[in-house]
């Protein structure tokens, strides 16, 4: 079971941190990947890690912006949002995975998700 949480309202250009810690020991091949979802659009892919590496990957519209880390002890990942936007307005989903992968169809288990709302 996956629980995020940090979601929150915050004005266009500041930061929010985003947490989803998982109820068990994730597999040391797992893939934690972070994904967003606005009204009327499919979940786009954000950001992932690799538990074991920690070798990440980011959707091109928050590189550079976002920061995707794990804390192997408290088995939580983290979404650091920097520089937000008004478009980055979404519910925020973490899910876990065993693929490399930025397709959503990878990933087996998902959180109940976590609103972000920036304003202008």
């Known amino acids: 079971q996956l629980v995020e949480s940090g979601g929150g309202s915050v004005q266009d250009g500041g930061s929010l941190r985003l947490s989803c810690t998982s109820s068990?020991?994730?597999?040391?091949?797992?893939?934690m990947g972070w994904f967003r979802q606005t009204p009327g659009k499919g979940r786009e892919f954000v950001a992932l890690?690799?538990?074991?590496?920690?070798?990440?990957l980011y959707a091109n519209s928050v590189k550079g912006r976002f920061i995707i880390s794990k804390d192997n002890a408290a088995r939580t990942t983290y979404l650091q949002m920097n520089n937000l936007k008004v478009e980055d307005t979404a519910v925020y989903y973490c899910?876990?995975?065993?693929?490399?992968?930025?397709?959503?169809?990878?990933?087996?288990?998902w959180g109940q998700g976590t609103q972000v709302t920036v304003t202008s």
């Open positions: 899910a876990v995975g065993s693929q490399y992968s930025s397709n959503q169809a990878d990933y087996r288990s």
């Open positions: 890690i690799r538990w074991h590496s920690g070798t990440t």
């Open positions: 068990g020991r994730p597999y040391s091949s797992s893939v």
